[in-house]
């Protein structure tokens, strides 16, 4: 059980002029990157952003018992009734589960209690896991929305959608604000790009006073007709260069791409895997055996209009182990595998 | 709940992409910021030695609902000194009726001739509306109005802006319209009479008569009106990460009273006369009723390292015989967090009206229109400032701009002959601005 976490913010204007936020949720480091001219617009991206990562931390992580997920877990095997949201989410884990066949499944972490990822731990034996298998499948789950039951045992975890979703609503958040966004919840981002209109009062002040020393001395001023307003951004800059990171080493780029539109997830095992034998078992289960995928990739970085889409692919990847760069090809989005 | 996986998902992308779309479909709460923003600024214009003016500027933007904006702006100037009154330069002291008729002032011999009693005060405001039309647009709708003692003007404008391709593309569209009432002092002159002659010597004398030959010569009646409409369509692009170019064309067309009630054309003695390049009498200016200006403008920023460089380049021409080329280089280098330096430097160059006459002379026909203005003359004009923006005192933000603008009149058509020889008449001016602007958000 983890405590209330430390509900602090910090905001900064970058020697680039790009206000950096900076926060702590869902067991990342969190930032917003905002490219506009007022910081009232920069504090209220943060905060809309920030809030709304917390908002959904708490009511859909699996550690706090005043969530959602606990709340049903609580039940037992009766009826819960659910709002919307999580009906919206649960619809969302229901179809990637049928669109993989059964191998993305939010009952799986069950599996938790039979693999340990700590270091120098060794994978269970074989019984230990089939003893699990019965609690895993979502086709056990009945889900009549707005109303699930979950037999007694079985567990549901949205951790692998929650983060890319909170990162999807909290760029939806800031898209109405003037300026351009970066919204990055530990490595899973969103660029929210558009052109940025200094609308500024001071901005529009520099064009009202800028023409006087034509209005009084040549021939422009006759009609005072208006001059072109100066309302661009200073700039012309406009997306984000982001890095891929390396899953092996922190802080190396292994790749740096320009965002100007959607979303980048990564999906990997970086940080979650034992050795043992000589052989590495990565973090990546695949819930209808209970094992870590064979030869999969320890991370994969895809490129998606969202980062729901984007994350999903990610993890589908990992699942298909040898396979993940014939897949995301076919499936014809830019990706990034490191094996 | 009977579910079995499918096997062979036809096409995941369109599977995943629907199943997001239904995920996150229900739009986020709207992040409607609803502040108030605040603008100032300050301008001090001064020619030495002519004319001085102070503007302040004040505006207000208030923002509602989702990215609705309402903005109220109001302008105050004041302009004092003198300004060229069209007649050139003599070798002998040259008097001048004043514009309310009443009094005169008197100009030395070799001297420009500049009319001393210019004193006005404007007050203007407009009040626009902007909001989110369509899917990807905004739409906005203003109107405008300005008053001085001897002129009024209301108007209206509205316009679009439509963003493309990822809004990387941006088109506008934008139309005005305005009329103006002009009253000038002692009444509108009928253009081309002679300057009357002065009916007093003080500004405070009621005794002047009521035939005086001044009356008769502004004998047009106490006002007249203009109409002027504006056309602007342009187009933004941003081309890649550094760079936004954008371009326009904007048309206008004026009709109605366009002559400055206030300027006059020189009549010489022709260069057969004993007296030759003497002045006679002065008449009042003649304009055609009718003024068409077009302008194309194309501007490119481009950032390059931490500074970026804007440059604009406008080409205007009219039916008035008048084209103008201006460019114009700024370069903003930041020093420090936020504060920058941004120097600049702005050439001007036009040619004269097809009436623009630096004088008349006695005997010849009276051309259709003629006017003396020099503003209506060929000239080149360069302006250097600096700027300093950036810097903050609270959650005020400060800009100081210092410019100086320097206007080299160039000779008309007109050779300088007779007594005029030797004079200067086409001098030159230069002017410094001054103007801080101020930003806040309370």
């Given amino acids: 059980m983890i405590g209330q976490p430390a509900r602090d913010r910090t905001l900064d204007k970058r020697p680039d002029g790009i206000w950096r936020g900076a926060f702590f949720s869902m067991a990342s480091p969190c930032e917003l990157l905002a490219r506009t001219q007022r910081k009232s617009t920069a504090a209220k991206a943060l905060e809309l952003v920030s809030e709304e990562a917390w908002r959904i931390e708490a009511k859909f992580s699996r550690y706090r018992d005043d969530s959602v997920v606990a709340e049903i877990h609580r039940a037992r095997g009766s009826w819960v009734s659910l709002d919307d949201e999580t009906n919206r989410l649960l619809l969302f884990a229901q179809q990637v589960w049928e669109l993989s066949s059964g191998s993305f499944d939010i009952t799986s972490g069950v599996l938790r209690r039979a693999w340990s990822f700590q270091p120098g731990s060794a994978p269970p034996d074989q019984a230990s896991v089939e003893r699990l298998l019965p609690l895993i499948g979502w086709s056990r789950v009945e889900f009549r929305p707005p109303k699930i039951r979950l037999p007694e045992g079985m567990e549901i975890d949205l951790g692998g959608i929650g983060k890319e979703y909170a990162v999807d609503r909290a760029a939806e958040l800031v898209s109405n604000l003037e300026g351009e966004f970066l919204v990055n919840f530990g490595g899973d981002l969103r660029a929210v790009t558009q052109q940025a209109h200094d609308h500024s009062a001071h901005g529009e002040l520099r064009s009202d006073l800028s023409d006087a020393s034509t209005s009084w001395a040549d021939s422009t001023s006759p009609t005072g007709s208006s001059s072109p307003a100066d309302s661009t951004s200073p700039t012309g800059a406009t997306g984000w260069t982001v890095g891929v990171e390396s899953p092996a080493v922190d802080d190396v780029a292994i790749a740096e791409i320009h965002l100007a539109s959607g979303a980048l997830a990564t999906s990997g095992d970086s940080k979650r895997a034992v050795v043992h034998g000589g052989t590495r078992y990565g973090h990546v289960l695949d819930p209808r055996t209970g094992w870590p995928v064979p030869h999969a990739p320890r991370s994969v970085t895809v490129h998606a209009p969202t980062c729901v889409e984007a994350g999903m692919l990610a993890t589908l990847a990992l699942l298909q182990g040898e396979n993940a760069e014939s897949f995301l090809e076919e499936q014809g989005f830019r990706h990034w595998c490191v094996r | ?442």
């Fill in chain 2, 1 to 442: 709940m009977q579910l079995s996986p499918r096997k062979n998902p036809t096409s995941l992308r369109t599977g995943l992409a629907l199943a997001a779309a239904s995920l996150l479909g229900p739009k986020a709460a709207s992040a409607a910021i609803e502040d108030v923003e605040v603008g100032s600024g300050v301008l001090v214009y001064t020619e030495p030695g002519r004319v001085s003016a102070l503007e302040a500027v004040a505006l207000v933007t208030r923002n509602f609902w989702d990215k609705h904006k309402l903005s109220l702006r109001v302008v105050y100037d004041t302009l004092t000194g003198a300004s060229p009154n069209g007649a050139v330069a003599s070798r002998s002291p040259q008097t001048f009726t004043r514009p309310s008729g009443s009094g005169s002032y008197t100009v030395n011999a070799n001297e420009t001739p500049l009319d001393d009693t210019f004193k006005d005060t404007r007050f203007a405001g407009s009040l626009t509306y902007d909001r989110p039309f369509l899917s990807a647009g905004r739409w906005n709708v203003g109107l405008q109005g300005s008053s001085e003692h001897d002129y009024l003007s209301i108007g209206a404008s509205t316009g679009i802006t439509r963003e493309f391709d990822r809004k990387n593309t941006t088109i506008s569209l934008g139309v005005s319209g305005s009329r103006d009432e002009i009253s000038p002092e002692g009444g509108v002159p009928t253009a081309f009479a002679e300057m009357g002659a002065a009916t007093g010597h003080h500004e405070d004398d009621f005794t002047r008569g009521d035939d005086g030959e001044y009356d008769e010569n502004r004998g047009e009646g106490s006002g007249d009106t203009k109409s002027v409409v504006d056309g602007v369509i342009g187009l933004t692009q941003v081309v890649n990460r550094t760079t936004l170019i954008r371009f326009n064309y904007s048309i206008s067309n004026s009709s109605g009273y366009l002559n400055d009630p206030y300027k006059f054309v020189s009549v010489l003695y022709g260069p057969d006369d004993p007296s030759a390049g003497d002045p006679i009498t002065y008449l009042y200016e003649k304009r055609p009723d009718s003024h068409t200006k077009h302008s194309i403008y194309a501007q490119a920023k481009k950032r390059i390292a931490s500074t970026t460089m804007d440059i604009s380049y406008r080409f205007l021409w009219d039916d008035w015989g008048i084209t103008s080329h201006t460019a114009e280089l700024k370069h903003r280098v930041p020093i420090g967090e936020t504060v920058y330096f941004e120097p600049h430097v702005r050439l001007y160059e036009q040619t004269a009206a097809d009436f623009y006459r630096t004088y008349l002379l006695s005997g010849e026909a009276l051309p259709a229109e003629a006017s003396a203005d020099p503003r209506l003359g060929p000239m080149t004009a360069i302006t250097v400032g600096n700027r300093v923006g950036g810097f903050h005192v609270g959650e005020q933000e400060f800009a100081v701009t210092l410019e100086y603008y320097r206007q080299f009149l160039k000779d008309g058509d007109q050779p300088a002959f007779g007594s005029l020889e030797g004079l200067d008449l086409s001098e030159d001016m230069g002017a410094f601005m001054f103007r801080i602007s101020h930003g806040w958000e309370p």
